[in-house]
């Protein structure tokens, strides 16, 4: 999103023509305009109007016509990550180099879209710190591959698998773990809990 912009999410012209006849559904926990305050209510105390997830809800959601536009602008700009992320592939192919590389899609952090009466990030809901986490790895064996885990990740994880990736070691002091040990290795030990 570009802070000071109404528009807020602003994807290229040429794909303005995506989601235009498609209703996007408003999520579960979701407030959307004004007179739904339902899971906001629900808040603490402490949240108010003055806070930031909440002024930026009003920029993007506190209507119905807001939400649909605002949603599909932003469904618009990750499509444009998805064709960008292809060609990218298709680039590691024509070089001969993709089976050769660790491919990681991942973002900085989730976000809100009207869950809980906010928009943007910042609080430990669900919906704000959970973020896609998909790996090509051609060390992964086949009967793996496109498959789901549902062990917890962090970013920390993500330098300690890039160095392992590469044939070093991470430093002693690097917080973290090579996540590839969840695909490579059977019952590999791994976190039950994390700190927030």
């Not at 807001?66 to 292809?86: F, L, P, S």
């Not at 491919?103 to 896609?132: C, M, Q």
Request: glycine share 6%.
């Amino acid at each position: 999103a570009e802070d000071g912009n109404p528009k807020q999410y602003l994807p290229q012209d040429s794909s303005m023509r995506l989601y235009k006849d498609d209703v996007v559904p408003i999520a579960p926990h979701a407030n959307v305009g004004t007179n739904n305050t339902k899971f906001w209510d629900l808040n603490p105390p402490f949240f108010t109007d003055n806070n930031e997830g909440r002024k930026r809800w009003h920029w993007r959601f506190d209507t119905y016509e807001k939400y649909q536009k605002m949603m599909k602008n932003y469904y618009r700009m990750a499509t444009e990550v998805d064709a960008a992320c292809g060609r990218i592939i298709r680039e590691l192919k024509t070089q001969n180099v993709l089976n050769n590389t660790l491919v990681i899609f991942t973002t900085d952090n989730g976000n809100f879209h009207a869950e809980h009466g906010l928009a943007d990030k910042w609080y430990p809901h669900d919906e704000s710190i959970r973020v896609p986490l998909i790996v090509y790895d051609p060390r992964m064996p086949e009967s793996k591959r496109g498959g789901k885990n549902d062990e917890f990740t962090l970013n920390i994880d993500l330098a300690p698998t890039m160095i392992k990736a590469a044939g070093m070691e991470p430093p002693e002091a690097m917080q973290g773990q090579d996540f590839a040990d969840l695909y490579l290795k059977e019952n590999a030990p791994w976190r039950k809990e994390f700190y927030y």
